[in-house]
Structure formats: C-alpha cells, structure tokens
C-alpha cells in the first residue's frame, strides 16, 4: 500500500485508524495507531494517537506556538489545572492501549516489552512528567486531542487562542485516490494553497 500524505507529512496507512471531519467533510484529524513499522524488528511506540491535519488549523496553531504557547499551556495547566492534567495523560495511557487488540498487547508485553512499556507509561503524545510535573509536548497535538475527544484540561485557553475554529470551506482536505489527501478546489476553480 502507498504512503499517505497529509500536508507534506508521510504516513504509513496501516498508522491510520480514523479521521475526525470538520463541517464541510475535511479531515482535521487522523486517529492513529499506538505501534508503527511493518515485521517484528521495526516495530516502534507511535504515542500520538490523534494527529492534526486541516491545514488552517496547523497555521494557526503554528502561529500560537511561535509566539510562546507551549510555554503558556504548561503555565495554566500549571496554575489552574494541575489535576485534570494527570488525569487527562492516564486517559491517554488507557485510550492508546484499548487501541490495540488483547493479541497485540499480549505479543507486545511477551516479545517487546519495552515498547509495551512505552506505550503503557506515556501520557498525551508519550510524554511522561514527572510526579506533580506538567509538561506539554506540542500544541498541534494538545489540540488534535481536544478536537479529537470532546475535552481538554486546557480547553479555555485554547478556545481563547482560538484553536477550535475552521476556515471557510475553501482549504478542506479530502482524500485523494492512492496518494493521501488533497485540498478542495476554491469557488474560483484554482486549487486553494
């Protein structure tokens, strides 16, 4: 099977597992798969469950993460909701690992544990904080993960950065036969860029 691309990003298809749309059927985020790599000696932890891909939104969060939004997440987390946070990173533990078929996760434990471990351990994106600790990897993840679930820890500040919106239809991906996803044409006929 071909690469997918998504935005100049290349993904093994067998990572996809699901898409979360936007209202006029684009894909903002691909749900991915806890393991990467094809045959027993290349498999890898992929920690991001769910990757973000609406290429408004990745200039947007760009923009927001330029200016300093790592920092200033980890800072309201910190301040506001330091609690929430842990939670939030356990449910992304238990959501990666029920990602995986009771097979695969018995195969991982007996013949890769590490990778088990990894997987098990990590927290949103496979970061792992230390105790009391809140640490944010990325704000393309933190809000593929509020689009994704319905709920973030940090969803008033990231509704005040504005990085729930969408743009007005005219740079939606659609899938593209065989080759990952393009954008929709603009109103006037020429490929939106």
């Known amino acids: 099977m ?5 935005e100049g ?5 067998s990572l996809v597992r699901g898409e979360i749309r936007c209202r006029f059927g684009g894909i903002r985020v691909l749900i991915c798969a806890p393991v990467s790599g094809v045959g027993p000696d290349a498999l890898r932890p992929f920690p991001t469950t769910f990757w973000l891909v609406c290429p408004w939104l990745l200039r ?13 997440l980890e800072e309201w987390l910190d301040s506001r909701a330091p609690g ?13 690992l029920s990602l995986m078929s009771p097979a695969q996760l018995n195969f991982l434990r007996r013949f890769h544990p590490s990778i088990f471990r990894s997987l098990r351990r990590g927290g949103v994106g496979g970061i792992r904080p230390r105790r009391g600790e809140v640490r944010v990897k990325c704000l393309h ?16 500040w990231l509704h005040a950065e ?14 593209a036969a065989a080759h990952g996803c ?5 109103a006037d006929g020429q490929a939106c860029s």
């Open 2 to 6: 071909p690469p997918l691309f998504y």
């Open 9 to 13: 990003h290349r993904f093994d298809p």
């Open 60 to 72: 947007r969060v760009g923009t927001v993460e330029s200016e300093g939004g790592v920092r200033r």
């Open 84 to 96: 929430p946070w842990r939670d939030y990173n356990l449910l992304h533990q238990r959501l990666r």
């Open 141 to 156: 993840l933190q809000t593929a993960s509020w689009l994704a679930l319905g709920h973030h820890p940090g969803a008033e």
């Open 162 to 175: 504005g990085l729930d919106g969408e743009c007005d239809g005219q740079e939606v991906l659609v899938p």
């Open 182 to 186: 393009a954008r929709l044409p603009s």
